[in-house]
């Protein structure tokens, strides 16, 4: 991965020895399926992993589906988990393939890259209610087509590389490339329509400064 | 041309940043899923599962695998009732049942002639002579060891007695049985010794332990179901003045779109023979039956299911919400309903028409069955919407089913084909609720059975 930061905030000095013993206690009795430490497990972290559904799914019913399948899947393959890395970036990488799964068997992905590859993507301008900053940035990714989201949620937040991209999505690295350039854009220029980042000024008129 | 508002990094920076600060909290509904996929709905499959193919495991271990000590076993009986003063030939009909008789002084003198019988060659029950040193020196000594538990206790006489006590089956049997032996022409060394009588009694006593025979089956199944609704238009207009949803349509079946689907089902049955004609059964079912249904999605809302409190049914909660709507003709998508039971089928079985080898038989059973999920969708009581509430479903049930089949007799295998139905008699629902559903599945049913000696 090209970007190793999920845990760092979790994980601070400011926490403490308490919270990584809890954790371990939560994994351990994971491990032995008690039912009280995979709730424990489950209300620490689905608050944050449904987001990160949420960024992928058409809805927030999918979104749950998502975290759903997710999870049983956090608990399942728990055993294969090993302590090396941090236990939060574990579970995100296993919500992400799932909803990268999800979106697979839907095709939804597959409709979305004919999408992607027309040069005029819709952008659905649809308004919806925000109140924080985050969730206003995040209601203008899922504006995005499915496609562009896709590869825009994999890239700059998740973390992974246009080649782990491409594996993951089967299509050419390029093509990963390409798309992301292309969301980017589509991005700031949403973000900018909604007031979330400034207006940029035009190049002509810099040119004419400095001259 | 438009300045890039951020440099490289700078923007995936902040966009992460900031789309790390969003929390979102799931509705009660996937933790109560995650927690059922986890511990129930896996458990009871997995014992049910494991019941099943641990029973079909013994049993055909212990048939299949060892048929070597059943032979040994019914040689001993053979040698038991040499002795006896009974005309024993081909027709048994000349046996007087009263001649064998459970006394003391027959069991010593029964004792008295197995130990001279103990050197001699012997026939199988399945009438295979045994000529190989190897075999014979193994068996024999697996024929001494019965004897001596035999003597001690006292009971072989016993077992002559009773094996005799039904003319009808002597009968029967002797025909099923008269020619194996006589196939097979044994070497004189190890059959010489062996009067013909002896051969017609050891055809009984193989007989007589004939009537128990375990049975396997699969069968592909088509599954569809029935559903029934309330007649609205006879609820009171009291209750239609009520602020509940406008029933639009009062035949449920006519609304709904359902599509049959393949299923299977998997089991295995203990049989005892109660006549020349009629078996009882008893077993063990594993069934998989769904069927597709169309609606098509919606946003989370409240499911209709809450009508039908005016009905008597009152949900457990209202954080009930429906998947998909029924009615809407554009973009309708295709779900399924899965269901996973284990049921105990008991009944009987009749054989209609046939001879040795091929045969007509007719049976029926009634299944209690267990329901092991209840993550199926269920419509709602108006017929708007579909949703998952497994309070609505009832685990206990009560299936019946009928079945004819054709069944051929390959060596010791009887060979079974033949339709099959099955048709749950209780709703898939609480009664409390106003919809019912009732399963029914159409089959092939393919199997074999075997007899248990």
């Known amino acids: 991965m090209r970007q190793c930061s999920f845990n760092s905030k979790n994980l601070s000095n400011l926490q403490g020895n308490e919270v990584l013993m809890t954790e371990e206690a939560i994994l351990q009795g994971c491990l032995k399926n008690h039912a009280a430490a995979q709730r424990e497990l489950y209300q620490r972290y689905s608050p944050k992993m449904l987001a990160v559904c ?9 979104a749950e589906d998502m975290l759903q399948d997710g999870f049983i899947k956090v608990f399942l393959q728990m055993h294969t988990f090993q302590s090396k890395g941090a236990f939060e970036g574990w579970i995100r990488r296993i919500i992400v393939h799932t909803c990268i799964n999800h979106l697979k068997k839907n095709k939804r992905f597959n409709e979305s890259v004919d999408i992607m590859q027309a040069s005029t993507a819709q952008i659905r301008e649809e308004s919806i209610p925000s109140i924080v900053q985050a969730k206003q940035i995040v ?14 949620n994999l890239y700059a937040i998740e973390g992974y590389s246009h080649k782990e991209i491409s594996g993951m999505l089967d299509i050419e690295e390029s093509t990963s490339r390409s798309q992301y350039t292309r969301a980017r854009q589509m991005l700031e220029d949403i973000l900018i329509r909604r007031k979330l980042l400034p207006e940029p000024k035009e190049k002509t008129e810099r040119l004419t400064a400095i001259q | 041309m438009m300045e890039r508002v951020y440099f490289d990094n700078e923007f995936e920076n902040q966009l992460k940043e900031k789309s790390d600060q969003l929390k979102m909290y799931p509705s009660d509904k996937v933790w109560n899923e995650v ?31 060892s048929p070597s000590k059943t032979n040994g076993h019914n040689l001993a009986v053979t040698k038991t009732i040499q002795p006896a003063p009974a005309p024993a030939t081909a027709d048994l009909h000349a046996f007087n049942p009263n001649a064998f008789s459970a006394s003391d002084a027959t069991n010593r003198q029964t004792e008295s002639h197995l130990q001279q019988a103990l050197p001699a060659p012997f026939i199988s029950s399945t009438g295979t002579s045994v000529s190989a040193s190897r075999e014979e020196d193994r068996t024999l000594s697996s024929i001494k060891s019965e004897i001596a538990r035999a003597s001690a206790e006292n009971r072989l006489a016993n077992v002559s007695a009773s094996s005799l006590s039904s003319g009808n089956k002597m009968d029967l049997n002797l025909k099923e049985t008269e020619t194996a032996p006589q196939r097979l022409p044994a070497p004189a060394n190890v ?22 025979s375990w049975e396997i089956y699969a069968t592909p199944t088509l599954n569809t179901h029935h559903l029934y609704g309330v007649d609205y238009q006879n609820i009171s207009s009291s209750i239609q003045n009520a602020p509940i949803t406008v029933v639009r349509f009062a035949n449920v079946n006519g609304f709904v779109d359902n599509t049959p689907v393949m299923g299977y089902d998997l089991g295995g049955n203990l049989l005892y023979r109660i006549s020349k004609n009629f078996s009882l059964k008893a077993g063990l079912q594993f069934s998989f039956s769904r069927y597709y249904f169309k609606a098509y999605n919606s946003s989370p809302s409240q499911s209709g299911a809450t009508l039908s409190s005016y009905l008597g049914y009152i949900a457990d909660s209202l954080t009930n919400y429906s998947l998909a709507r029924t009615g809407n003709p554009k973009n309708p998508q295709r779900f ?9 089928p008991v009944g009987i079985e009749w054989k209609v028409a046939g001879k040795r080898k091929l045969q007509l038989h007719i049976g029926a059973t009634v299944q209690p069955s267990y329901l092991l999920n209840r993550d199926a969708y269920v419509l709602s009581g108006d017929y708007n919407s579909y949703g998952k509430d497994p309070a609505v479903y009832r685990r206990w049930n009560l299936q019946a089913g009928a079945e004819t089949f054709i069944s051929y007799r390959v060596g010791s295998i009887r060979w079974e084909l033949g339709p099959q139905i099955r048709y749950q008699i209780l709703s898939t629902y609480k ?21 248990i000696r």
């Open chain 1, 139 to 152: 209601d203008c990714i899922r504006l995005l087509p499915i496609g562009y989201r896709t590869v825009l």
């Open chain 2, 431 to 451: 009664s409390s609720y106003p919809l019912q559903e009732n399963l029914v599945n159409y089959g092939i049913r393919l199997g074999f059975t075997k007899s």
């Open chain 2, 191 to 212: 059959t010489g010794g062996v009067p013909e009588s002896d051969k017609s009694v050891a055809r009984f006593t193989h007989i007589h332990n004939d009537r128990f």
């Open chain 2, 336 to 344: 399924q309903n899965k269901y996973y039971q284990l049921s105990i």
């Open chain 2, 35 to 65: 927690h059922r996929s986890l511990h129930t709905r896996r458990k009871g499959f997995v014992a049910g599962m494991s019941v099943l193919v641990g029973g079909i495991l013994i049993l055909a271990g212990t048939q299949l695998l």
């Open chain 1, 54 to 62: 949420f960024r992928f799914a058409h809805n927030r019913e999918d």
